[in-house]
């Protein structure tokens, strides 16, 4: 075993509560583009004159639903991802008492696939989407297989996905658990994010405990911070790390 693996392993054998902290490269290793990578969405060419960052604006979805929901539905939706060995090491070191929450930028719904429990979600899920007018609940596949703009079955509302879209706020409830949960941390693992996109980078400040990890394939300006920096894959590196508790 690498050697910073193994000392990734023994920090987690001495930890009895570990909180994770996630971002796009977790999902990765599950056939899902990392937003700002080289061959990632916001990279990629578009046919049209606005860019991906406006497409996922709350603006853009108010003024211009129908192309909203055609961008949505080619690059946000994954319906046939499944959790890949990162999401599930996790999910047995919750089952072993050890990890206490997983704190995610990602929208999948991947972690709860794998067994989490206890998960908040920044940024979202398309996993759940919501009629505007009677907020009657509809699944991904609804939405994937509605044509154009999905509509309520119910009240002929306009259905939302409830995604923190760009000029949208965090909601409030979430970033409280998620704040609650690291202050009480022994331990803070950081996976698969560059730390740039706010307010969910500044999470991190609320850290008090003993053990800063951070697990990315690239650089990030908090590694001067870390006990413990490691640039290798993130699903390798954590079942390696979980397998030999």
Known sequence: MDEKVAELSKILRESNNIVFFGGAGVS???GIPDFRSSNGLYSKKLNRNFTPEQAVSHSFFVHYPEDFFDFYKKNLIYS?????????ALAKLEAMGK??????QNIDGLHQAAGSKIVYELHGSVLRNYCMKCHAFYDADYVVNAPGIPVCEK???????????YEEGLDQEVITGAVNAISKADTLIIGGT?????????LIDYFRGNNLILINKSS???????DLVINEDIAKVMREAVSSL
């Open 28 to 30: 990765t290793a599950s």
């Open 80 to 88: 046939e991802a499944k959790p890949n060995d990162c999401h599930i």
């Open 99 to 104: 990890l206490k929450a997983v704190v995610t």
């Open 155 to 165: 009240c002929g509302g306009a259905i939302k996905p409830d995604v923190v879209l």
């Open 194 to 202: 560059s730390l740039i996109v706010y307010p969910a980078a500044g």
């Open 220 to 226: 990030t300006s908090a590694d001067s911070r870390a």
